[in-house]
């Protein structure tokens, strides 16, 4: 199993590496160097997750409709190319969108929809593959080695951009992303080899076949589960929606170069890093909800530190806000994951995983979008471009004590009382 862990680690770690060079460096440069309204910025990262409802249906399609004898790999790989390809062909179309806005849209369009559309068809197929191939008691492992070697990936992908761009010019700017592009189709086809067995001809048909008002049903049938959807969508919204923005906002407030701001993500991962790590021993002595709740509070307090520092002009308690921000996120990651999985069926591991993922995409959608909107329209009022982040960081705050609150009510147990006798899936067929 140890081989698989690291395989399917590789897979998550590939699909990651596509989203920093765009979320870390691309979106800074449209802001800041070509003078791209943040709005627009938004609006292009948050196309991916348009795609969003699709996790719940590729999810179950992929379970009744193995492809060449396969469930998951077909779908993982069509993804991951997906994602390849509009990460190379995104900053050319950030300069063309600068230079022939009408075409530049339209182009951009085309390429961070094949990015998202890429994203979601792999992540659900490789997250519903490692819970099957993990089991119950190995999720866990699984779940910490895929999101400790993402985690590396990240930073050592956030590294080698800021050493590449420098000094910066569009053309190096491209040659970065086709390399990264590169590596991250290599990473992910050694994670693919052999990583799943092919079905016996008797094992085409283990799953039911859902409509998509049933995959909606299953999860809104449950109290547990509708819960934990929007607790997720809410708190991701608060943690990622920052993404577009944090490299920006130092741009802006402390005038760090485009290499000085790329780093921001290495160190924000390596505090991610360390605390998956110790989420790792937590969970071994603590509840995953309260593993969880602690990863909460940390983020919070490093939005409120990232907010201060704007408010203050401080260099020091930003770099501090976000190191925090990254310890939190990382005990909050894998707690969040792991009661994931527990509120999710036997059987229909595809259908939730999709939910999840949903989850997931709509929490960035909107995550993305108010960041950028609320960032713009506050700049023009008040004519300083520091407010208008600063605002943003507020209201993410406001987001993620909402999140911790809503967690107090979360209980996996009761999740599986619900779904007993009978189960949710057949109180929503009896229903029909």
């Known amino acids: 199993m140890l081989r698989k862990r690291l395989q399917l680690g590789l897979i998550h770690c590939a699909v990651a590496m596509t989203l920093v060079p765009i979320n870390s460096t691309l979106n800074r440069v449209m802001i800041k160097e070509l003078g791209i309204a943040a709005t627009v910025v938004a609006v292009l990262a948050s196309l991916p997750y348009l795609f969003s409802p699709l996790q719940v249906a590729i999810g179950s399609y ?20 997906l994602c390849v390809g509009g990460l190379v062909a995104s900053p050319q179309i950030a300069f063309l969108m600068s230079s022939a806005p009408g075409p530049g849209l339209l182009s951009a369009g085309l390429a961070f929809g094949a990015w998202g559309m890429g994203y979601n068809l792999a992540s659900v197929s490789y997250l519903a593959l490692a819970s099957e191939l993990s089991g119950e008691k190995e999720r866990g492992k699984t779940i910490a080695t895929m999101w400790f070697m993402m985690i590396v990936g990240i930073i050592l992908t956030a590294v080698a951009i800021s050493r590449m761009v420098e000094p910066y010019s569009p053309v190096v700017l491209q040659s970065a992303f086709q390399v990264v592009g590169a590596a991250a189709l290599f990473l992910g086809l050694v994670g693919l080899f052999r990583l799943e067995s092919r079905l016996g001809g008797g094992d085409f048909a283990q799953a039911e076949n859902y409509t998509f008002k049933d995959m909606a049903a299953v999860i809104l049938k449950s109290r547990q589960a509708t819960l934990f959807f929007w ?11 920052q993404d577009v923005l ?12 485009v290499q000085q701001t790329t780093r921001i993500t290495s160190i924000w991962g390596t505090a991610v890093l360390l605390t998956i790590l110790l989420a790792g021993v937590l969970e071994r002595r603590a509840p995953r909800k309260m593993v969880a709740q602690i990863g909460n509070i940390g983020a919070l307090g490093g939005f409120l530190l990232i907010l201060s520092s704007g408010l203050l002009a401080s260099r020091s308690i930003f770099w501090l806000g976000v190191v925090l921000l990254g310890a939190g996120t990382g005990l909050a990651t894998v707690a969040n994951l792991a009661l994931m999985f527990d509120l999710t069926l036997p059987g229909y591991v595809g259908l939730f995983i999709g939910a999840w993922g949903v989850s997931n995409a709509l929490s960035r959608l909107v995550g993305t979008l108010m960041a950028g909107i609320l960032r713009d329209a506050v700049t023009g009022l008040t004519h300083s471009p520091v407010s208008g982040y600063l605002v943003v960081f507020g209201l993410e705050s406001a987001m993620l004590a909402l999140a911790i609150v809503m967690l107090i009510r979360i209980d996996v147990s009761s999740f599986h009382k619900q779904v007993d006798a009978p189960s949710v899936v057949e109180r929503v067929a009896l229903a029909d």
């Open 231 to 241: 607790y997720l969508t809410l708190l991701l919204a608060a943690i990622l929606g």
């Open 246 to 257: 944090l490299e920006p906002y130092a741009a802006e407030t402390f005038g760090m170069t």
């Open 62 to 81: 992929s379970d009744r409709h193995p492809i060449l004898g396969f469930r998951r790999t077909p779908y993982i790989l069509i993804g991951l190319v």
